[in-house]
């Protein structure tokens, strides 16, 4: 995988979703992204999103969070991120919404 490609693997797991990202999250990558996010979310069970490959991730991509996590407010699935990259714990951070989106150091089970 080059590392300008993004992929997103979901895996169905009992305790929620896990929605796998890696690679580069921009506005080239954001339709998956955020389709991926949104299809996760409509069940009942959390959903974690692992951040540890993404390599880069723009405001575009931080948007597709924060969507996702006012849905979550709005009454679907619970969202999780779990292992944010160095690249994108700093985003988080710099842009001050680290203390909006819940994260999450291990997954249940």
Same mark, same amino acid.
């Given at each position: 995988?080059?590392?300008?490609?993004?992929?997103?693997?979901?895996?169905?797991?009992?305790?929620?979703? *896990?929605?796998?990202?890696?690679?580069?999250? !921009?506005? *080239?990558?954001?339709?998956?992204?955020?389709?991926?996010?949104? !299809?996760?979310? +409509?069940? =009942? +069970?959390?959903?974690?999103?692992? *951040?540890?490959?993404?390599?880069?991730? !723009? =405001?575009?991509?931080?948007? =597709? *969070? #924060?969507?996702?996590?006012? +849905? =979550? /407010?709005?009454?679907?699935?619970?969202? +999780?991120?779990? /292992?944010?990259?160095?690249?994108? /714990? /700093? #985003?988080?951070?710099?842009?001050?919404?680290?203390?909006?989106?819940?994260?999450?150091? !291990? #997954?249940?089970?």
């Amino acid at each position: 995988m080059s590392e300008e490609q993004v992929q997103v693997q979901v895996t169905e797991r009992a305790d929620g979703v *896990l929605v796998t990202v890696t690679g580069v999250v !921009d506005a *080239l990558s954001l339709a998956d992204v955020s389709r991926e996010l949104t !299809d996760a979310q +409509r069940g =009942s +069970r959390p959903v974690y999103v692992d *951040l540890a490959g993404v390599t880069f991730m !723009d =405001s575009r991509g931080l948007g =597709s *969070l #924060l969507a996702a996590n006012e +849905r =979550s /407010r709005e009454g679907a699935a619970p969202l +999780r991120i779990y /292992r944010p990259s160095e690249p994108v /714990r /700093r #985003l988080l951070e710099v842009s001050g919404v680290a203390p909006v989106l819940t994260e999450v150091s !291990d #997954l249940p089970g």
